[in-house]
């Protein structure tokens, strides 16, 4: 059998900046980097020193005083959530209709990308300027 019996991609032409191929990369490292930042999360919460009975605002306050906490839990909620953004992406790219006059795919994906943004902007804007003085 030689290579002109196989078809072409689907997709029909390449791509200039080959951008499934880095969100298909992409998945694959944040998919590892993530098993370990949420596990080390998980024993650290939930498992050591008295387990999740000890948990509260000053234990998250005394957590965030220091850079390292910080940027472990803005690393594993970007992480997460740009992962999971990308794979609803890639669902959605498969799955929604995409028949000439309905843009149901273009409005799932701008809500996608709207409610991403939003928890990002949020959950960064709770890591950086968390008041410990308040509890």
């Known amino acids: ?32 980097v993530l098993v370990f930042l949420v596990l080390g999360h998980l024993l650290i919460m939930n498992i050591l020193d008295g387990g999740v009975q000890r948990i509260n605002f000053g234990f998250v306050a005394g957590r965030w005083a220091s850079p390292f906490w910080q940027i472990w839990d803005l690393l594993q909620l970007w992480l997460a959530i740009i992962h999971g953004t990308n794979g609803l992406r890639t669902i959605i790219a498969d799955y929604a209709p995409q028949k000439p006059g309905r843009q ?17 902007f949020a959950g960064t804007l709770v890591i950086f300027t968390f008041d410990p003085t308040i509890g």
């Open 1 to 32: 059998m030689s290579l002109e019996t196989f078809s072409a991609p689907r997709s029909g032409a390449k791509s200039r900046t080959n951008f499934e191929m880095l969100s298909w990369l992409f998945m694959r490292i944040s998919g590892v």
């Open 104 to 120: 149901v795919r273009f409005w799932l994906q701008t809500v996608l990308m709207i409610s991403a943004v939003f928890v990002l």
